[in-house]
């Protein structure tokens, strides 16, 4: 069972590239890297999902080491709408946890 | 769009009430799922199901069950409501995963905060 582990919250300040990072050591072969963004008082959307190398969608981008035991989300030039909670789910378990809470400053 | 309804955003019950949590999709899928959430736990499934009249136990099933009786419609049951099933209760739902392929995206609906006097 992969479990992955992420920071609990993270500050950036409008206009910085954010890079969230989710480590999943046990990450299995057919598995896949997913992440959602929660805004507050709504449910989980998803966001980008990967296998390897890198993903890239009108939202965010997705980097995937060689090794997989890792993953990187990264938000180009937030604003303060990019304040919410980022889970990364590796598959195929569904397993939240407790995300990283991105808070932008002005 | 696909949509995810639940029938209420708040809700407000006594301990001992038997309360219901429906939540309706509208794409066909295959798969639905119970979450609830809680400050500082994040989401925690509690069942899922994968076809009409089927359902599986999730990390947390303990005081509550659920019934699908029909593929769009998949209800939470609180049999006898407590004061620590307080919390945010999520639906989500989800096509049938190719094999070999992906995961398939869950689309959650708005939730509903239940509030358990």
């Known amino acids: 069972l992969a479990k992955t582990t992420q920071p609990i919250s993270m500050d950036s300040y409008e206009g910085q590239e954010v890079n969230i990072t989710c480590s999943h050591n046990?990450?299995?072969?057919?598995?896949?890297i997913t992440w959602y963004q929660q805004f507050p008082s709504q449910g989980p959307r998803f966001i980008i999902q990967g296998y390897k190398t890198k993903v890239t969608n009108e939202v965010a981008s997705l980097f995937i080491p060689a090794d997989r035991k890792s993953s990187t989300l990264s938000l180009p030039r937030v604003s303060l709408s990019d304040t919410a909670v980022y889970y990364c789910l590796v598959e195929d378990k569904i397993i939240f946890g407790k995300g990283t809470r991105l808070h932008i400053l002005p | 769009d696909v949509k995810v309804t639940q029938s209420s955003r708040y809700l407000v019950k006594r301990t001992g009430e038997k309360v219901f949590l429906e939540c309706v999709q509208d794409?066909?899928?295959?798969?639905m799922f119970w979450y609830r959430q809680d400050p500082g736990l994040g989401l925690r499934l509690i069942y899922f199901s994968y076809d009409v009249k089927m359902k599986e136990k999730g990390d947390i099933p303990e005081g509550y069950s659920v019934s699908r009786e029909k593929k769009e419609r998949f209800s939470l049951i609180l049999e006898s409501a407590s004061t620590n099933q307080t919390s945010m209760y999520l639906c989500?739902?989800?096509?049938?995963?190719?094999?070999?392929?992906?995961?398939?995206?869950?689309?959650f609906g708005p939730g509903t905060r239940l509030t358990v006097l």
């Open positions: 989500a739902s989800s096509p049938t995963r190719l094999a070999g392929g992906p995961p398939d995206t869950q689309y």
């Open positions: 794409m066909d899928h295959e798969n």
């Open positions: 046990n990450i299995a072969t057919n598995d896949y």
